[in-house]
């Protein structure tokens, strides 16, 4: 009987895009664009009791006075939070120099592109250790007078406040951060932001039996599992990773293409045929081998 339910659970989700507006809100994901102001934590609450849901999450802290790209998990979808510990994030930050603008402050910024050693701030939820951190890009916008526009691309976790301070004392005028606006968490970016104000619309609508602009700003939560490597399995499978087996590799259907280069304890996502999202779990084995355990299990989601 429990093997029977555990398939049902499975089959109630269904396919992404043909969800009620009940399921979607019970498994979904806003893009939303954080106003300056309230912290992420007070974002998320009023995202959950506007979705009337019993939880929500958001993905990755931003400050008060930090806007932009902050997904919010609703309901069920929070299970999926730990995938934006391991993404890249976007910044585009103003660099207030405490001097006129050295001419070489361009080279100055490349130096830091790479890997770059960190300690946490005082203010700051983990251990003041000092760590490294990887700054993927890190370029010049605009100049003007004392500011300087740049945009970061880096690893999750990376102090942008300490970030400008080192930089400033590396340009020789000493620097640090002023206005902060994140413009992509993996795999969101602010080509698609959706405001507090259409959130609240898009609500509005659906309790007048419009759904179409909820669908417009709530995605299945499948979304924010776009940039992970991605295993398709068979239902049967899925059956018996909802009573918390592991995915071995006879119930593989199919595999993207990126988890051929993926590496030995990558995190990885699971789906049905019909792309319903099943689990996350690390990549302990070969999805092609004809027997074994390939994906060892993290967080079930049926």
Not at 25 to 53: I, T, Y
Request: some cysteine.
């Amino acid at each position: 009987m429990a093997e029977q339910g555990a398939l049902t659970m499975a089959e109630l989700r269904g396919p992404p895009g043909e969800r009620s507006v009940e399921e979607l809100l019970s498994f979904g994901v806003v893009n939303l664009d954080k106003p300056p102001g309230p912290s992420a934590h007070q974002v998320s609450a009023w995202a959950r009791d506007l979705a009337d849901v019993d939880r929500a999450a958001h993905a990755g802290t931003l400050d008060p006075k930090v806007t932009g790209c902050l997904p919010i998990l609703l309901g069920d979808a929070t299970r999926l939070a730990q995938v934006f510990l391991e993404g890249t994030k976007e910044y585009v930050a103003v660099l207030e120099l405490h001097g006129p603008a050295p001419a070489d402050l361009e080279a100055v910024l490349a130096e830091f592109e790479g890997e770059i050693y960190q300690k946490p701030p005082r203010k700051s939820a983990v251990a003041r250790r000092l760590r490294t951190r990887t700054i993927h890009e890190l370029d010049l916008l605009e100049v003007r007078d004392r500011q300087a526009l740049v945009r970061i691309r880096c690893e999750s976790g990376t102090y942008v406040r300490k970030l400008c301070h080192d930089l400033g004392l590396a340009a020789g005028t000493g620097a640090h951060m002023g206005a902060l606006r994140r413009t992509a968490t993996d795999p969101f970016d602010d080509s698609d932001l959706v405001s507090t104000a259409d959130l609240t619309d898009a609500m509005a609508f659906a309790r007048e039996g419009d759904e179409a602009p909820l669908r417009e700003v709530v995605a299945p939560a499948e979304r924010a599992l776009r940039h992970l490597p991605g295993l398709t399995i068979a239902f049967s499978a899925a059956e018996q990773v909802a009573e918390g087996a592991p995915v071995y590799a006879p119930g593989i259907v199919d595999a993207d293409e990126s988890v051929a280069s993926a590496q030995t304890d990558a995190l990885v996502a699971c789906f049905t045929p019909d792309g319903a999202a099943v689990c996350l779990g690390r990549l302990v084995g070969d999805p092609t081998a004809d027997a074994g355990e390939v994906v060892s299990l993290e967080r079930v989601l049926v």
